[in-house]
């Protein structure tokens, strides 16, 4: 038998009352939990299949707002590289969650969807919308950070445990893109 405290069955109601009454919320805010974000483990090559565009990209812009209401946060990328699909030089990549400072400092996390920072360089696996923005696709699988190493110089992701230079992974990415083609055209 799992034994859970009263304090923590009262936490949430609590802190909702508590920041109610202290003002530090408005009248209207709602508290809401959430169950947890799953996503299945993808292959290369169904990450390549599940995706439209495929890119190597650096993340230039990153602006949080609310759209209704929720949150969703507005990512601005420069592609270094096209491997599948829309050869744009920019794509805008809406994902939900993020954290604003008006009306009042508030941020929604949403487990496995990625944070990603302006300046860093990512390989991202694309949806798009019909109006044109893209989200990514399998959540966190499909942003793919690169990390780098000033001795010796080298660029690297990180890959189901395991660390691959960028140029192989790339490699990797390039065939699955052939496979999924081939697979595609049968």
Known sequence: MV???RKRLLSIPFAAVIALTAGLAPPTASFATTSPTVSAAE?????VRGADTVVLASVSDK???????????EYRVAVQRTLKGNDASTHTIVEPGGEVQEPFPVAMRIEGVPDLQPGSDVVLFLKHNADG???IYALSQGAIIVKSEEKPRAHFVVRGGHRVQ?????????EAVRTSVTHERR
Do not use: P, Y
């Open 133 to 135: 923005t893209a989200f």
């Open 3 to 5: 034994r859970t405290s």
């Open 166 to 174: 960028l140029d192989v992974f790339l490699h990797d990415v390039d």
């Open 63 to 73: 602006q949080a707002r609310w759209e209704g209401k929720r949150i969703v946060t």
């Open 43 to 47: 292959s290369l090559v169904d990450l």
